[in-house]
């Protein structure tokens, strides 16, 4: 699991941090550690034009939620739909569109730690529960 | 170490998983189950089982008379009678069956005081706050002031109350304390003492009545035997006024339309057909645990963690939590600064073969209370645990400290 693009990943800062003018702000747990994850979204016209989150938690949660916003700035709320469910399809073994995920598929032996699947996908069901 | 070998009666510590050697080192979880109480289970479960307390035939006797000679064995254990043993699930079935009495029979009452403290694990804290919001008494709280988490005797003296329950851990799932119940005892003379024992079983005999404990709750799953079965000690004098928990088949008397009478003790409190595999297979465990010895497991356990306690000390950006002296036994909490516990235990299992425990180890109240004290530049909510038992050995904790050291390398901390 802890690949150099992973480790990478999880030491980003670029996407860490608050945006200010965010027009949703969605906040997700981990009941499992007690990681906590603070997601703004800036949404324009249906389409995310800013993503940032702060918190802190595991480097497979870290690189997760990098991997993901880098995923989905400057995307219609549709396609990320889209991604959603190819990275959920990814995480239970499942056939998933490989063109969707990019570097995200660098995750997908996470299908064989059952235990820390929650960490891979804390901000990822954020993300979802942002646009309930 | 102890005088007997036992290591063979563990199969899974012969297991390599990626070319290490498993060192198990979660036994506060829950411990690895011996071959020889597993061989006698599945003995009885093989010649002797049925259900117990009911027919009247030879498999039935057999199988209730070791149901029973188990109920006798812990309550020698115990020293206390056999009718105020009863089998339970296991902990947390206990306590929230203590709770849930106390409040039908109105021994628990609107403004009546329970105190507990902030070092407690989510069965004896989440039942205490969960229905003092339903059924009014109030919950106050101890705060370990000593370091990380460490609770010390005058905590309980600054509290200027009298309590109705006071209802403690003896043994911290977290910080490794171990708690001097009789210094509690007296302080709170006249309280129901409550005790949660699942920490402090596996290792120490419990004397109830020197102690005077009212209640006392352990799970047999962290003292090598079978998971779903616990023990529920209470004092004759309460159980018998008691309202049950739980209603049903067994645990009753006379049943009519109008009302129910209830069986005679310990069965009041049993409905329905026990764990019975669960029930004989406690008594093997408890059997097996005193071929060797209390006195030994504690001893082996002690000299563990002091030789742990030691070794982390020589490794920088490593917080270790709870008390530095012999009150500090078998379970060691400790973070690396900059790096996840999750991400310490994962890659202790997947380059060492080492388990440990991630997480909040069921008590976010006591993760809080670390927060608070810790000098790591971000808690993160969470510890790493390692946890010993009597099948560890000193080169299962030079394996994880190396580990560490190694892990620490890779993320340059």
Known sequence: MYNELIMDYSKLKKYKGKIEDATKVEEGKNLSCGDEITLYLKIEN?????????????????????????????????EVKILIDNVYKMTRGEEYDKSVLGLIEELKSIKDYPMRIKCFLLAWKTLELSFK | MLSKNILSDFPALSRTIKGNRIVYLDSAASTLKPKPVIDKLSKFYLENYANVH??????????TQMLEFSRKNFAN???????????????????????????????????????????????????????????????????????????????????????????????????????????????????????????????????????DIDFLCFSVHKMLGPSGIGVLYGKSQYLE???PFLYGGEMI??????????????????????????????????????????????????????YAIEKFRNIENVEV??????????????????????????????????AIRSGHHCAQPLMNV???????????????????????????????????KRIKEWFDV
């Open chain 1, 46 to 78: 249906e389409r995310i034009v800013d993503a940032k989150f702060e918190g802190i938690g595991c480097a497979i949660s870290q690189a997760s939620a990098n991997l993901m916003i880098e995923n989905i700035i400057n995307k219609s709320i549709d």
């Open chain 2, 54 to 63: 009911r027919a009247v035939h030879t498999l039935a006797s057999e199988s």
């Open chain 2, 77 to 211: 254990f115990l020293n206390s009678s056999e009718h105020e043993i009863i089998f339970t699930s296991g902990t947390t079935m206990s306590i929230n069956l203590i709770v849930e009495s106390l409040v039908r029979s109105k021994m628990l009452n609107e403004n009546d005081i329970v105190l507990t403290t902030l070092v407690e694990h989510h069965a004896n804290f989440v039942p205490w706050v969960r229905l003092s919001k339903l059924h009014g008494f109030r919950v106050e709280f101890v705060e370990p002031s000593l370091r990380f988490g460490t609770l010390a005797i005058d905590d309980f003296l600054k509290k200027d109350i009298n309590p109705k329950v006071v209802a403690i851990t003896g043994h911290s799932n977290v910080t490794g304390q171990l708690i001097d119940i009789e210094k509690i005892r007296n302080i709170f003379p006249n309280s129901i003492l409550i005790v949660d024992g699942a920490q402090l079983i596996p290792h120490q005999r419990i004397d109830v009545k020197s102690l």
């Open chain 2, 241 to 243: 006024t008691l309202e």
């Open chain 2, 253 to 306: 008397d006379k049943v009519s339309v109008e009302d129910v009478t209830f069986n005679v003790l310990p069965y009041k409190f049993e409905a329905g057909t026990p764990n019975i595999g669960g029930i004989v297979g406690a008594n093997y465990a408890l059997e097996y645990l005193n071929n060797i010895g209390y006195d030994e497991v504690k001893k082996h356990i002690l000299d563990l963690t002091k």
């Open chain 2, 321 to 354: 939590y709870g008390p530095l002296d012999e009150s500090h036994c078998g379970i060691l909490s400790f973070n690396i600064n900059g790096i996840h516990p999750h991400d310490v235990a994962h890659l202790l299992d997947e380059k060492f073969g080492v």
């Open chain 2, 370 to 404: 670390l927060k608070s004290q810790s000098r790591l530049s971000q808690f993160p909510n969470s510890t790493c645990r390692a946890s010993f038992y009597i099948y560890n050995t000193y080169e299962d904790i030079n394996i994880l400290i190396e580990g560490i």
